[in-house]
């Protein structure tokens, strides 16, 4: 979903590819030491020419954001930020009404962070961009009132068959005058936000979740996702999940099960993958034109990498260096969780070991 969606699942550069040569300029004007970074790593160059590929395409977007799963490290990350924030290379992506939060009557009012630990998984989701990946096992934890953290772990699909698996750590924060609303706000990347609505829940067993959110790229991105305690959906939860999406103004028809069997990477075979394949029949080209479009700047760029790697390093070092308080204890409770469940007994256990029953 978006809580995963708007970190890593981000619309990175969503106008890159439509606009080289304008967004190249300023590039080369305003994030230099990003760029020949990022041209002088293989993963961040393979981005370029992903998002180039995507260009004219009639899922132009949709292909984009796959970009943006597919590829993730520190490099990317930070020119990225440059492009799109700081130097304001790439226009951000407005949609007004394509997402709406529910109806006020529609909310949940009685949800329980607390109640809400453990572990979840996403087994139905809305928007096929971001709620709809395998392995969707979540971790929660809420180490004081009204917070809710939550370590979530899913899987990109890489060729016909293989993985790559992510996980990132969200805090969200409720909203006192209504417990059923949720928000993940005051992020540094991208200053993404996710609010989150809590249809319908009952503990234990389910949440109804909609969500909506914005970051530098992409204002108004949305979606919605049903967790459950099992891994799979349960299908005596169908008639419920049909009246929550109706309450929520959504239709539960539209909805797509995920699959949480979280089975093995494939044997390695010699040669290429599926995906690699693909990208080294399209990269050659288009990397030749669309990354051509930079010509000069790109001699000055080179030249100017190792000085750009030194900047970036002693840029490192300005970075915070410690965490809230309540962030490492939250980080505690979630690997403490997680360990549990990995051990024999399952959610059982972990009761008796929090209840002591």
């Known amino acids: 979903m978006a809580l995963a969606a708007a970190i890593s699942l981000s619309p990175a550069l969503p106008s890159l590819a439509a606009d080289m040569v304008k967004t190249g300029t300023c590039l080369l004007q305003k994030c230099q030491p990003e760029l020949a970074r990022c041209l002088i790593d293989g993963e961040c160059v393979e981005n370029l020419v992903c998002l180039q590929v995507c260009n004219g395409k009639d899922d132009e977007s949709g292909c984009q954001v796959k970009c943006a799963d597919r590829y993730k490290n520190d490099i990317i990350d930070k020119f990225n930020a440059c492009a799109i924030t700081s130097g304001g290379c790439v226009p951000q992506k407005i949609e007004k009404d394509t997402w709406k939060a ?3 009557s529609a909310i949940d009012r009685a949800f329980d962070p607390e109640l809400f630990q453990g572990r979840w998984y996403i087994t139905a989701g ?3 961009l971001f709620d709809v990946f395998d392995c969707q096992e979540h971790f929660f934890a809420s180490p004081s009132p009204g917070s809710l953290y939550g370590k979530i772990r899913w899987r990109i699909p890489k060729g016909s068959s293989d993985f790559i698996e992510r996980s990132t750590m969200q805090r969200f924060v409720q909203d006192p005058g209504n417990p059923g609303v949720l928000y993940n706000h005051d992020n540094e990347y991208l200053h993404y936000e996710d609010d989150w609505y809590v249809v319908g829940w009952e503990p234990d067993s389910y949440a109804f979740i909609v969500y909506k959110g914005q ?7 949305g979606g919605a996702t049903v967790y459950t305690r099992d891994s799979s959906f349960p299908p005596e939860l169908t008639n419920k999940m049909r009246e929550l999406a109706s309450q929520a103004g959504l239709k539960w028809e539209e909805f797509k099960l995920t699959d949480n069997s979280c089975g093995p990477h494939p044997p390695q075979r010699g040669g290429m993958t599926d995906f ?44 915070e260096k410690t965490l809230q308080d309540e962030f490492y204890e939250a980080e505690k409770q979630l690997a403490s969780i997680e360990k549990q469940f990995s051990a024999s007994g399952g959610f059982g256990a972990w009761l008796q070991n929090i209840f002591r029953f």
């Open 126 to 128: 809305l928007n096929p």
């Open 102 to 104: 529910p109806p006020a």
């Open 215 to 221: 970051n530098d790229a992409w204002k108004g991105y």
């Open 276 to 319: 690699e394949r693909e990208m080294d029949d399209l990269a050659r080209d288009e990397a030749r034109q669309g990354l051509a479009s930079f010509s000069r700047g790109l001699t000055v760029i080179e030249q100017r990498a190792e000085r750009a790697e030194r900047d970036i390093a002693q840029s490192v070092v300005g970075l």
